[in-house]
């Protein structure tokens, strides 16, 4: 069959636009380079597309009709939430033929089951929604990450979001018990149960959870629900190395058990960075150290015990010198100023200049080894290269970032940067680990991922993707 003309795609277009706007009226279909630029472009702004128009749907109704519609006419979907994914999966390519289908809109929580212990949630609640309604009536839903104010549960479920109460509620993948999916082909799968036990198959809702769009449009959820804690104790613990702060995780989960809910890591390079590009933040100590843990236990009994629980368990620590220093949050305030130092380390290191990122993770057996052996590495690679090493240890995940050497054009490191995430994900693969604890692979890391897997799981891959979207019209370019 000959190629289309010009004209007859310039016509084709068109017609899909105007089938868009017939199914969810003209104000949900954005088309100019105005309107559509900041849907077109990455959190990062790494990553820049130019799609065929910005679709908005309301209801599941629509959402099936829009991925019907571009399926009839192999038209490209791009399923997009809050925007905030790190690896480029919510952003088109350059043709001009894709279609985002942004799911804020659909941003109802459509029911509560207080004695179930579930919230069934629309796609495009804002996460830090959904935890303010669970707070509402006494529950919490602890899924927590700093882009909290604007990414979505569709895109959480869609990246498996993990954050910094893994350690004690897991990943997204834990905290779901059922799904609806638009399937690529406009079909509606109605799995929204809410059961603890399911043993009827294949658990299908685990296939769409982490698969960043490539099989689906996730359009609700039904989420789990906890208790509220009543108190809270966060606390800064300065280290000598990784080593050290790995023996205080040990430590604390023998003697705090469950009530261990964060451990955060970071170096003091990275509270250097933070202390430079935020000069209101106050470093926890009047003297340096090398490594700090950021330490929070909860309580759903008991507000007091919980304090003290985690000040006789970093007494011993310094008794037995395992710990160089430790400064316990007195208020709420303090608190706070404890998780700013860490949730402001991503902003602080892009004020710094160029750097490499990489969201590793690793048995936390081997955490330690690993920053060693690929710290040296780096440094024979590229002797100044400053390491940016912090994240949620007590899960295995580090964002082991590396900025470029004092005096390095940005440009001449950019020219390395690949070399160099070869040399850190080498490393976390000789130890067990992993290229992508919880960002995804989306566009950044598919073509990365293939030196990691065997060929029997990409081949496994790339099989389920077929049966689900034989016509690959479902986020397409991204992950395998
Ligand atoms: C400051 C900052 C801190 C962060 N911290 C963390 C962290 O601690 N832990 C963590 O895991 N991530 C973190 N992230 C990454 C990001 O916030 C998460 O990946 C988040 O889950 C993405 O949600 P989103 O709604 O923004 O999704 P988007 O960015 O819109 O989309 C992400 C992927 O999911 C797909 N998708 C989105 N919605 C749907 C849907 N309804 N159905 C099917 N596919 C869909 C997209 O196609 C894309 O592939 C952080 C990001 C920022 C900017």
Same mark, same amino acid.
């Given at each position: ?69 571009? &399926? ?60 303010? &309604? ?6 919490? @839903? ?7 104010? #604007? ?26 018990? /059922? ?36 099989? =689906? ?39 705090? /058990? ?8 970071? #170096?003091?390079?990275?509270? /250097? ?9 106050? !470093? ?5 150290? !090398? ?58 290191? &892009? ?13 936390? #057996?081997?955490?330690?080894? @690993? ?22 240890? =007590? *899960? /295995? ?20 940067? *690949? ?6 994900? *080498?490393?976390? &693969?000789?130890?067990?680990? #992993?290229?992508?604890?919880?960002? =995804? ?40």
């Amino acid at each position: 069959m000959p190629a289309p003309t010009n004209k007859e795609s310039d016509d084709l277009e068109k017609s899909i636009i105007k089938q868009l706007v017939a199914v969810v009226g003209e104000a949900a279909v954005l088309t100019t380079t105005e309107d559509t630029g900041p849907y077109a472009v990455d959190w990062r702004r790494r990553y820049h597309g130019r799609p065929l128009a910005v679709v908005k749907p309301a209801s599941t109704v629509e959402v099936a009709a829009v991925v019907k519609l571009c &399926a009839d006419n192999r038209v490209a979907v791009v399923p997009q939430g809050g925007n905030t994914g790190l690896v480029g999966g919510a952003t088109p390519d350059e043709s001009g033929t894709q279609v985002i289908v942004n799911l804020s809109r659909m941003n109802r929580i459509r029911g509560l089951d207080l004695v179930n212990n579930t919230l069934t949630a629309e796609a495009g609640c804002v996460l830090a929604t959904l935890q303010q &309604a669970a707070r509402d009536s006494d529950r919490l @839903f602890p899924l927590s990450l700093a882009a909290e104010g #604007s990414c979505e549960i569709g895109g959480n479920l869609s990246t498996n979001a993990g954050g910094t109460a893994v350690l004690r509620y897991g990943n997204t993948r834990e905290l779901v018990l /059922g799904l609806e999916v638009v399937l690529p082909n406009g079909e509606v799968w109605e799995g929204l149960r809410g059961l603890r036990k399911d043993n009827t198959g294949y658990d299908l809702k685990q296939l769409f959870i982490g698969a960043e769009g490539t099989l =689906g449009i996730v359009t609700a959820a039904v989420l789990k629900l906890f208790p509220l804690p009543k108190g809270r104790a966060t606390a800064i613990v300065a280290c000598e190395t990784p080593r050290q702060a790995l023996a205080l995780l040990s430590h604390l989960q023998a003697n705090c /058990g469950e009530r261990l809910t964060g451990f955060e890591l970071f #170096s003091d390079y990275c509270l /250097g960075l933070v202390l430079k590009h935020f000069p209101a933040s106050q !470093a926890p100590f009047a003297a340096r150290f !090398a490594h700090y843990a950021l330490v929070e236990l909860t309580d759903t009994l008991s507000a007091d015990r919980v304090q003290s629980v985690l000040e006789e368990a970093l007494a011993a620590a310094l008794e037995r010198h395992m710990i160089k220093d430790a400064a316990i949050a007195a208020n709420e305030s303090q608190c706070r100023q404890f998780w700013g130092i860490r949730e402001r380390i991503p902003e602080s290191e &892009a004020a710094e200049g160029r750097n490499v990122k990489h969201d590793v993770s690793l048995p936390i #057996s081997h955490i330690a080894e @690993f920053i060693e052996a690929a710290e040296a590495s780096l440094v024979r690679r590229l002797p100044g290269i400053r390491m940016v090493t912090f994240g949620h240890l =007590g *899960d /295995g995940n580090l964002h082991y970032n590396v900025s470029l050497p004092q005096g390095m054009s940005p440009d001449a490191f950019t020219g390395v940067a *690949d070399e160099l995430s070869r040399i850190v994900h *080498d490393h976390a &693969a000789r130890l067990g680990g #992993s290229i992508s604890a919880e960002h =995804g692979l989306g566009q950044m890391k598919r073509e990365e991922i293939t030196h990691y897997k065997s060929a029997i799981e990409i081949n496994l891959m790339k099989r389920i993707k077929a049966a689900l979207d034989p016509d690959g019209i479902m986020n397409p370019g991204k992950v395998i």
